[in-house]
């Protein structure tokens, strides 16, 4: 009986994990600093790096795609990460993170925002909590917006480890109020 309950237990946690592995673009050893699965493309937003600061050889890159056929990849190679903007925001019902940065002429937006108390009555004015990504055309300028992909993730996540980013790259975060 404590044979089967172990076992039930192992294959447990080997489901977690391959899970977990399945919803990240992140290779063994990396650290996963963000990862999703968006809802209506089905791929998958990860921000992998190296584990701890070192001055030569410490990295961030940011991959969407789906495992085995990853679309984006910047930086390239595993040396610095992308020209981040690292944004937090801290209202009396919610905090806002995001992660943003530019390549060529489209500025992405990693955003996890996070509804912290309800009104009384169970009424926020505040929606609900989401992570997502929305990718916006520089170049474009419209009354509709210029935004040319956006999806939410399928399931809220842990939010981005800014303080985490920060130490790596040294890029300050910048506190916003709502």
């Not at 997502?132 to 999806?151: I, N, T």
């Not at 980013?165 to 890029?171: H, L, V």
């Amino acid at each position: 009986m404590r044979f089967n309950r172990y076992f039930a237990l192992l294959i447990a946690a080997a489901a977690a994990f391959s899970t977990a592995q399945a919803n990240s673009l992140c290779q063994p050893g990396e650290v996963d600093y963000f990862s999703c699965k968006l809802k209506k493309r089905q791929k998958i937003v990860s921000f992998c790096g190296s584990p701890e600061p070192a001055l030569l050889d410490s990295y961030i890159q940011y991959r969407f795609g789906k495992p085995g056929k990853i679309e984006l990849i910047t930086p390239e190679q595993k040396y610095g990460w992308p020209p981040l903007q690292l944004r937090r925001r801290r209202g009396s019902d919610s905090e806002y993170f995001e992660v943003s940065f530019i390549i060529q002429n489209y500025h992405y937006a990693l955003t996890n925002y996070r509804r912290l108390v309800a009104k009384p009555g169970g009424q926020s004015t505040a929606p609900e909590s989401f992570d997502s990504l929305r990718v916006d055309d520089l170049d474009k300028s419209s009354p509709d917006g210029d935004w040319v992909f956006f999806d939410q993730c399928e399931r809220l996540e842990t939010p981005v480890n800014l303080s985490r980013i920060s130490k790596i790259t040294g890029i300050e975060i910048e506190d916003f109020l709502f």
